[in-house]
C-alpha cells in the first residue's frame, strides 16, 4: 500500500448523515468505500465479508453508546492485524486511546471536533493505512497533563530528589550522608519523608526502598 488512492476502506457511526457524508468525502478523494456500519457488529461483518484496508470507527455507538465502537476496534486488530483503524470521537479517553495507537503500525486517533482540514484528514488516512500511527493533538494535551497529574515523584522536595536518586545508585543511608554532608539521621528523615509520600506501606523488610527506586527509574 503506496497511496491512499483506491485504499479499501470501511465506515463506521451511528449518526447516517454524518456516515453518509464521510463516505462521499473519501470516494471523491480516491477511496473505494467497500461497506458502512451503523454498530459494532456490523461494522465486524463488513471487515470480515469485505476485508477493507483501513476503517474508521466511532468509539460510542449503539445499543449503549459506550464504548462498542472501541471494543469492535480491539477485536478488529486481534483477528485482522493488517488493517488500519482510525478512531474518531468526540471525547478523549486516554487509557483506551493509548491502549489502542500502542497495540501496533497502522492505528489513529482523532477528535471529531478537530477535523477542519478535508485535506490534512485525506493524508492522515493516507499515513495509517501504510502502517503510521497518528495521536490527536489535544488527546497529546491530555497525556502530558495527566503524567502531570499522576506522577508519583512531583510531590518529593529537591532534596528528597536528590536522596532518592542516591538510593537508586545503591547508596546506603550512611553513603547518602556522606554524600551530601548531612547526618545520618537526616538521611533517615528524608527516605522516611519519600516512602510516606510515593505510599509505600510499612513491611518487615527492606522492599519499601526498592518501590522507591523502581518508581524513580520509571519516572525517568
Known amino acids: ?111 471529531k471536533s478537530r477535523v477542519t482540514d478535508v485535506a490534512e484528514f485525506v493524508d492522515t488516512l493516507g499515513r495509517i493505512a501504510r502502517g503510521g500511527s497518528v495521536v490527536d493533538p489535544g488527546l497529546v494535551q491530555e497525556l502530558v497533563g495527566a503524567r502531570r497529574r499522576n506522577d508519583p515523584l512531583e510531590s518529593l522536595t529537591p532534596r528528597e530528589h536528590e536522596v532518592l536518586a542516591l538510593m537508586a545508585e545503591g547508596c546506603s543511608n550512611v553513603g547518602i550522608a556522606h554524600k551530601l554532608f548531612v547526618a545520618e539521621g537526616t538521611v533517615e528523615k528524608h527516605v522516611n519523608s519519600i516512602l510516606a509520600k510515593l505510599q509505600l506501606p510499612e513491611t518487615q523488610d527492606d522492599h519499601r526502598r526498592v518501590l522507591a527506586v523502581i518508581a524513580f527509574l520509571e519516572a525517568r
Do not use: C, K
Request: proline share 4%.
Open 1 to 111: 500500500m503506496t497511496t491512499s488512492l483506491g485504499t479499501r476502506i470501511a465506515v463506521a457511526d451511528d449518526d447516517v448523515l454524518l456516515r453518509e457524508g464521510l463516505a462521499s468525502l473519501l470516494e471523491r478523494n480516491g477511496f473505494e468505500v467497500v461497506g458502512q456500519a451503523g454498530d459494532a457488529s456490523e461494522l465486524l461483518a463488513v471487515v470480515r465479508e469485505q476485508r477493507p484496508e483501513l476503517v474508521i470507527v466511532d468509539i460510542r455507538m449503539p445499543p449503549t453508546h459506550s464504548s462498542e465502537g472501541l471494543d469492535a476496534a480491539r477485536l478488529i486488530r486481534q483477528d485482522f492485524p493488517d488493517v488500519g483503524i482510525l478512531v474518531l470521537s468526540a471525547h478523549v479517553d486516554v487509557d483506551d486511546a493509548m491502549e489502542l495507537v500502542a497495540s501496533g503500525e497502522g492505528m489513529g486517533y482523532l477528535l
